[in-house]
């Protein structure tokens, strides 16, 4: 019984410390995007951007909600690509974040107002997707996705 238990537990352990997380394959190209590009991608992400895209369905669009600085913009051409998919990919993000509503606030202990934060971070967007993406530019639109 306590050995039963002590399975149990590792099993869940190495469920939560990301042990038994599919890893999807380590393309050079996404270690040095990852290096450059700001954003919030977990390894998880990329092995389910990886097996989406590799098993798309159709030929229709595939979109994208919250691109940030771009770097899932940028995983997501790049998986089409390898893929040979010819998927259009739409994206949206109004660069507006929670808290930042107030446009002309300033960023808590800084001088720089959120509308600035914004404009930094939808520049970097534009650079790092026609940089890394240019053989598959996304659509993008400046809109909330509702
Ligand atoms: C955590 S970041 C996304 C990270 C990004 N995908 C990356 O690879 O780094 C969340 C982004 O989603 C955007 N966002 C949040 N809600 C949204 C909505 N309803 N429609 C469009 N964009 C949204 C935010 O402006 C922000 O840029």
């Known amino acids: 019984m ?17 042990t038994h997380q599919k890893q999807a394959k380590p393309y050079e190209f996404i270690s040095w995007l990852k290096f450059a590009n700001a954003g ?14 590799e098993h798309l369905p159709s030929n229709s669009p595939v979109i994208e909600i919250g691109s940030f600085c771009g770097l899932s913009t940028n995983v997501i051409s790049y998986y089409l690509q390898k893929f040979n998919k010819l998927n259009k990919l739409i994206t949206a993000d109004k660069w507006i974040f929670e808290g930042g509503e107030n446009a ?16 930094f971070v939808k520049e970097s967007y534009v650079r790092n997707t026609a940089f890394f993406s240019k053989n598959h530019l996304p659509y993008t639109i400046e809109q909330f996705s509702d």
Not at 104 to 119: A, P, Q, R, V
């Open 2 to 18: 306590k050995n039963k238990i002590t399975k149990t537990l590792k099993k869940a352990l190495l469920r939560v410390s990301g």
């Open 40 to 53: 919030t991608l977990d390894n998880g992400n990329l092995y389910c951007f990886e097996y989406a895209i």
């Open 104 to 119: 002309n606030e300033f960023l808590t202990g800084s001088n720089i107002t959120h509308n600035e934060y914004k404009l």
